[in-house]
């Protein structure tokens, strides 16, 4: 069976003090920093147990991951497994990258970092600095950032400094409405920001999502995806293969890069064929403008 896991833990701490986030500058206790920890190192050791299937992994956590020593080493023993296709990460890539040379060369191939660039959190040449050392590493990785008024010009100067095969891509604010001006510049940045910038129709819809790809939470709780909360099962009893199997979304719309990516109505397993975790086009340099509306509209 192949099998995409989306693995978010109860890790919800972060170093970075965004203003839209509702986890900035949280801090877990010992305690929730300890159990996060056990609870990573079991679907480690579950995953690696399972060598009849394929299995892919993307980290979601809500927390900044890769400043724990857990998830690093999570990472490269995951990646180190023949049966394991990919393990990416979502990171806002504050932590040191040169953890990642530990990994053999087979290995640090199968790993991919999906990195978000946060203007006035960091130094921007230190977050550009850190780019090139996963370019130097061999590490697939895509940029982006969150597209508020304020980071425009922090967009365009860092599309401007990374290599063009590099993959820029713009995240639409949440609950912000685009004007078609304001668009515009965002897709000369990103041109498939279109497929960010409306909410995707998708009640009653197919989806990957309960049939090959599912969503796990620390206490190894299996669901379709992380918006969907109805259980199928749980990871480590096995429950959860019986409910796996095609299904249409129950929800009216789907807003979130890592739910839509899934919807089957949408092109993007063939825009981002072999990157779909780490948010890596096919092809690139992008020569091509999505749809300006959410397909189904």
């Not at 701490?13 to 929730?32: H, I, L």
């Not at 992994?57 to 809500?62: I, R």
């Not at 180190?80 to 990994?103: F, K, M, Y």
């Not at 249409?248 to 807003?255: E, H, N």
């Amino acid at each position: 069976m192949d099998l995409t896991i989306l693995y978010r833990g109860p890790l919800a701490s972060c170093d970075y003090d965004c203003p839209y986030c509702p986890f900035a500058k949280r801090r877990d206790s010992r305690e929730q920093l300890l159990a996060d920890r056990a609870a990573l190192e079991r679907f480690t050791a579950w995953v690696a147990a399972q060598s009849g299937d394929r299995i892919s992994v993307l980290f979601t956590p809500w927390g900044e991951g890769l400043v724990r020593s857990w998830y690093r080493r999570s990472i490269v023993e995951l990646a180190g497994l023949p049966h394991v296709r990919r393990v990416a990460i979502q990171t806002n890539l504050s932590g040191r990258t040169r953890w990642l040379a530990e990994a053999p060369e087979a290995a640090r191939e199968r790993i991919a970092l999906w990195c978000t660039y946060h203007p006035g959190q960091t130094p921007y040449e230190r977050f550009l600095g850190r780019c090139a050392e996963l370019r130097d590493l061999g590490v697939r990785h895509s940029v982006g950032v969150v597209g508020f008024d304020a980071h425009l010009g922090e967009a365009r100067r860092l599309r401007a400094a990374l290599p063009e095969e590099v993959y820029l891509w713009v995240n639409a604010a949440e609950g912000h409405t685009y004007t078609d001006e304001e668009a515009e510049r965002w897709t000369e940045i990103d041109p498939l920001f279109p497929y960010s910038r409306h909410p995707h129709r998708s009640a009653g819809l197919p989806c990957r999502t309960g049939e090959s790809v599912i969503s796990v939470d620390g206490e190894g709780t299996v669901r379709r995806c992380h918006f969907v909360r109805a259980e199928l099962g749980n990871l480590y009893d096995g429950s959860y293969r019986r409910a796996l199997g095609p299904r249409a979304c129950p929800l009216a719309v789907c807003d979130c890069h890592i739910g839509y990516v899934h919807l089957e109505t949408l092109p993007l397993y063939d825009v981002f064929a072999g990157g779909v975790l780490e948010r890596v086009p096919a092809a690139l340099p992008l020569s091509t403008v999505a749809p300006t509306r959410s397909r189904g509209d």
